[in-house]
């Protein structure tokens, strides 16, 4: 069973910056990719970020040039790093993993990130 505990969501007025956490309870190793997905009141849950195994990254176009995700392996952290932060960034944000063996995917409880104008 994987766990993850996000962290870091809050109030920030436009333009400000906000750094998201996600512990994850097993091995980098044992992941195939890990992301940040978020969902606005009324609307679908959609990717936002997305790192793999290899290290490649993928972005939503609406966060591009100002979202950025990283991983510390040691810590077994992701972080999902968010700057010019606008009103429409506001959401619940949920970490999400994968596991190479069976494809199964996990998610976190999810943050709340309120972006004021």
């Known amino acids: 069973q994987v766990q993850l505990m996000e962290s870091g969501g809050g109030l920030v007025r436009a333009g400000g910056s906000r750094r998201l956490s996600c512990a994850v309870s097993v091995s980098f190793f044992r992941l195939n990719t890990m992301g940040w997905y978020r969902q606005a009141p009324g609307k679908q849950r959609e990717a936002v970020a997305v790192i793999t195994d290899g290290g490649s990254t993928n972005y939503a176009d609406s966060v591009k040039g100002r979202f950025n995700i990283s991983r510390d392996s040691g810590a077994n952290t992701v972080y999902l790093q968010m700057n010019s932060l606008k009103p429409e960034d506001t959401a619940v944000y949920f970490c999400?993993?994968?596991?190479?063996?069976?494809?199964?995917?996990?998610w976190g409880q999810g943050t709340q990130v309120t972006v004021s104008p």
């Open positions: 999400n993993v994968r596991v190479a063996l069976g494809q199964k995917d996990y």
